[in-house]
Nanobody, 121 residues
Framework: EVQLVESGGGLVQAGGSLRLSCTVS????????IGWFRQAPGKAREGVSC????????YDLESVKGRFTISRDNAKNTVILQMNSLKPEDTAVYYC??????????????WGQGTQVTVSS
């Protein structure tokens, strides 16, 4: 059974930094993508950053480029989202997302429980 465990998040002033971590267990395949989505109150969930091993691609939301960095610890099956220069508009619940299987569009989708990030002005 695939399980996602998130940590990090919290309250920070604008300009500050936070680090989110997501550890995934219960799988053995190399065909997966892992990353972060976020959902602010009254808004749709949006993709923030992603690493896709199926085609060696990465994705970053335009508004976080240059501020957020996604990285992966292969040995620990952990993905890290380092968030710097945070802005009030980054306030949202952040969800770890794991897509297992290929080709794209046929994968199984797994979600973390979500962690609150609040940036005060």
């Amino acid at each position: 059974e695939v399980q996602l465990v998130e940590s990090g998040g919290g309250l920070v002033q604008a300009g500050g930094s936070l680090r989110l971590s997501c550890t995934v267990s219960g799988f053995t395949s190399d065909e997966f993508a892992i990353g972060w989505f976020r959902q602010a109150p009254g808004k749709a969930r949006e993709g923030v950053s992603c690493i896709d091993l199926r085609d060696d691609s990465t994705y970053d939301l335009e508004s976080v480029k240059g501020r957020f960095t996604i990285s992966r610890d292969n040995a620990k099956n952990t993905v890290i989202l380092q968030m710097n220069s945070l802005k009030p508009e980054d306030t949202a619940v952040y969800y770890c997302n794991f897509k297992l299987g290929a080709p794209k569009g046929t994968e199984s989708d797994y979600w973390g429980q979500g962690t609150q990030v609040t940036v005060s002005s």
